[in-house]
């Protein structure tokens, strides 16, 4: 009898140790499972935010570059006017594209553009300058944007010989990307009042 209680005691002093160590051993894991969880769920909105910046400054640097390629229309138009160049001052637009010249003279479609622009080359001498400024880049869609700017034609000849130091010319178009590059769809083109004093315009 006496042997029979020793063995029920031992037999429940192993029990209860086997519960406490089953009690000691799960506490922890019940400790790192939220633990665990927490980390993971730091670790995806990390991840998240990584790619959420890295899409932006894409799409940033996108733009950057479309907006580049969009001035560069102006500024090789400028270019091709100096150089006397109506096939490139034309090619900047798109084949059914429009353009309506400071004088007010509307014209559709490179062909007309060229036949408009090659008698201008006549006011164009060998201190004849252009340049655009003033840049404002508006995109409507990532496809279209609208661009206002200021076009300032320096030393060209006059109607009656006589030098013109500067022309201020309000200069409007709509950029459209065509395939792998931007074209002008649509240019407006409107004198400004010429500056007081052409030297402080310049600069």
């Known amino acids: 009898m006496k042997t029979m209680e020793k063995q029920m ?3 429940h002093t192993y029990r209860a140790a086997s519960i406490g160590t089953h009690t000691i051993d799960s506490a922890p894991r019940k400790h790192k499972s939220p633990l665990r969880g927490l980390m993971q769920g730091l670790g995806l909105a990390f991840l998240a935010c990584t790619l959420v910046i890295g899409a932006t400054g ?5 733009e950057a570059r479309d907006e580049a390629a969009i001035r560069a229309l102006g500024d090789n138009f400028a270019k091709a006017f ?3 160049n109506a096939e490139l001052r034309a090619s900047l637009f798109a084949e059914d594209g429009t353009f309506v010249t400071p004088v007010g003279n509307f014209l559709q479609g490179r062909v007309a553009m060229v036949k408009e622009f090659g008698p ?3 006011a ?3 201190t004849t300058q252009a340049a655009f400024s003033n840049y404002r880049v ?8 609208f661009v206002d700017a ?8 006059g109607p009656d010989g006589t030098i013109i130091p500067v022309i201020p010319i309000n200069f409007f178009y709509v950029a459209v990307r065509h395939g792998d590059r931007w074209l002008i769809q649509d240019g407006r083109a409107h004198f400004a009042p010429a500056p007081a004093n052409s030297m402080t315009f310049r600069n």
Do not use: C, H, M, W
Not at 58 to 62: E, I, K, Q, R
């Open 82 to 84: 100096v150089q006397k």
């Open 124 to 126: 164009v001498n060998g």
């Open 138 to 145: 508006r995109f409507i869609k990532p496809d279209v944007a």
């Open 150 to 157: 200021l076009l300032t034609v320096y030393n060209v000849n």
């Open 9 to 11: 005691k031992i037999s």
């Open 58 to 62: 894409s799409a940033n640097a996108g």
């Open 120 to 122: 201008e080359a006549q």
